[in-house]
């Protein structure tokens, strides 16, 4: 990619402080403008920019060094990202990559001679349920990748055919609901959730919130009326509402289609949350992986505030003022996790932080704070429709309502499903057409392996609670490549803040890689097991604390897997000893007996 000469470069960078002011919790938000412009962020617009904010250099560059999709090194004019998650893979994602590769004449990782081209892979950017898949310049997503279709992309990416001219086929993002129940069933009409909170009053709205036994739908599952009457209840005024669109979880895509066909419900969800809190300002962090529906979903928000849904004096109700702005990211599965997210939001690396304090009490800017998830706030607008005991009655009484699952992998019908909580797991597995099944992985990487012999177990916060990715192996799989298959995701998706998680994912990752090059022992499997305990007592968040969940269940209920990589019982090591003394005989000029390893 050819650099601007710096003229242009220092326009472009005053047109992007121009829109968003010297604000440095603008800082994401002004790094990504300038990549869109210039391509890459060079040291010198990024000195300038660190000036015009009065920052250190250092801090701007350890924000740009610290997501996947911004760049401080020159990347092709055209960037294409594979989605890389394990079904993609058993899909064929990376020989189509080495295809694309061979065609386009380019290493993967590296930038073409010319400049012109970078082909590599990412994490999952949703779209499990039709992958193979990739992202192209972070902006337009092409699905259901084949030979045929790469073969053609190489042809229009070399003609430098501009992206609206690709066949508007290939960007088709189909949204299959399988089974639909309350949040996937008929849309309300906009606003119907809000007018029913303020016909309602604040408090009568959280105690209908707190009837319904609402637990937050991103995994760890926390009572949403609780983390709400705890940010209420705080002195400190000017609170926050924030939705956590950063569907990261490997194999999970049922935000993708909330996001697309019941924004407004998820709007509704957060302006009742303004309404309780007495909050003024609203966020939605949109995951970069999911950029191509900004459009959309700011059309949805300039839509609401002409119905008088968002803005000054909603629906007419005095004082009641709100306003949602949506926060890219950058490719950061850590920018999950709520507190890492917050960092982001202000514009920093999306390092989490130490808790408490908590951010209902001490969120973003220091304000308190609520996030929830797009499922979460969904749901909070059907139970202020219906009231909080019908929620409850649905699910269980520990789990209550219905969940929404990802349904993808080795099975017909892949999809979404919706069920009331405590369904079985083996009711999905017939619902969409899997046939002998091994395993699943249910909610994601960091969440469970469950094996044949446990599909009678229930979805359910009190036996197998789920974020929502349903990943089905059948028998035809290797468990051990999943699970190495995760590591790798692990390690990669590491925020590097703690030694245990930066140095002890990396260090699973060279084991597995080493049983997978036929030089495993037993010791082996010993030391995945330390590695295992260290991370999970150890680390700074979850994300590391997880991070040896599938290889954990796998070593404990596919051991065969695991076992038919071991070269010995024993200590094996994991390279030729004996070649590793070459340079040094042939220094000395021995070549005896005595100077080699017994074979």
Same mark, same amino acid.
């Given at each position: ?33 300038? /990549? ?36 401080? /090194? ?112 008929? $849309? ?10 303020? $016909? ?9 919130? /707190? ?67 007495? $909050? ?17 979903? /700011? ?139 091994? $395993? ?160």
């Amino acid at each position: 990619m050819t650099t601007l000469p710096a003229a242009e470069a220092d326009t472009e960078l005053a047109t992007v402080l121009a829109q968003h002011g010297a604000d440095r919790h603008a800082l994401l938000q002004m790094l990504i403008a300038l /990549q869109d412009r210039l391509g890459w962020l060079p040291r010198r617009t990024l000195a300038a920019l660190a000036d015009a904010l009065a920052l250190p250099l250092a801090e701007v560059e350890g924000v740009a060094g610290f997501y996947r999709f911004l760049h401080l /090194q020159p990347v092709g004019r055209w960037r294409l990202l594979f989605s890389d998650n394990v079904t993609d893979r058993q899909a064929g994602s990376r020989e189509l990559m080495a295809l694309l590769c061979e065609r386009l004449r380019v290493q993967p990782g590296a930038r073409r001679d010319d400049g012109r081209v970078s082909v590599d892979a990412t994490s999952c950017i949703g779209l499990a349920d039709q992958g193979p898949s990739l992202l192209v310049n972070h902006r337009q997503v092409v699905t259901r990748l084949g030979a045929g279709r790469i073969e053609r992309i190489a042809e229009l990416v070399e003609a430098d055919t501009p992206l609206h001219q690709w066949p508007a086929e290939w960007s088709r993002v189909d949204d299959v609901v399988q089974r639909a129940d309350v949040l996937l069933g008929p $849309a309300p009409a906009p606003g119907e959730a809000l007018r029913a909170a303020l $016909a309602r009053g604040a408090e009568a709205t959280l105690a209908e919130l /707190q009837a319904s036994r609402l637990r937050g739908r991103g995994g760890a599952g926390y009572p949403t009326a609780q983390k709400w009457a705890a940010c209420r209840a705080t002195a400190a005024a000017g609170r926050i509402v924030v939705c956590n669109a950063d569907e990261g979880e490997p194999g999970t895509f049922k935000d993708r289609t909330l996001l697309r066909h019941h924004a407004h419900a998820l709007f509704d969800g957060m302006g009742i949350a303004a309404f309780v809190l007495g $909050a003024q300002r609203g966020f939605v962090y949109l995951r970069g992986e999911y950029r191509w529906l900004l459009d959309d979903l /700011q059309a949805v928000l300039a839509e609401r505030r002409r119905l008088g849904l968002l803005g000054s004096a909603i629906l007419g109700q005095a004082g009641f003022d709100f306003d949602i702005a949506i926060h890219l990211g950058a490719g950061a599965y850590v920018c999950g996790e709520e507190s890492a997210l917050i960092e982001s939001l202000e514009g920093h690396r999306g390092v989490p932080r130490i808790r408490p304090p908590f951010p209902a009490e001490r969120g973003y800017l220091g304000l308190p704070t609520v996030v929830n998830n797009v499922e979460t706030f969904c749901a909070v607008a059907h139970i202020v429709r219906h009231g909080g005991s019908w929620w409850a009655d649905i699910g269980t009484a520990q789990s209550t309502g219905t969940k929404i699952h990802s349904v993808s992998g080795d099975c017909e019908r892949p999809g979404l499903y919706e069920y009331p909580f405590g369904t079985r797991i083996g009711r999905l597995l017939e619902d969409c057409g899997a046939r002998d099944t091994q $395993a699943v992985q249910v909610g994601g990487p960091s969440g469970s392996c469950i094996s044949a012999f446990e599909f009678g177990r229930k979805l359910a916060f009190e036996d197998v609670p789920t974020a929502g990715a349903f990943m089905v192996f059948d028998r035809s799989r290797d468990l051990f490549e999943v699970a190495r298959g995760f590591a790798d995701f692990f390690a990669h998706e590491s925020c590097g803040f703690c030694t245990p998680c930066r140095v002890g994912t990396e260090l699973v990752l060279r084991r597995l890689g080493k049983l997978a090059g036929g030089a495993g022992s037993r010791h082996d499997i010993d030391v995945l097991f330390e590695l295992d305990r260290l991370l999970h007592a150890s680390t700074h968040c979850g994300l590391g604390a997880t991070a040896c969940n599938p290889l954990r269940d796998t070593i404990l209920k596919f051991r065969p897997a695991y076992e038919q990589h071991l070269q010995s019982l024993h200590f094996a090591p994991g390279f030729d000893l004996d070649a590793e003394l070459s340079t040094a005989r042939a220094l000395t000029g021995r070549d005896d007996a005595a100077a080699h390893f017994e074979r």
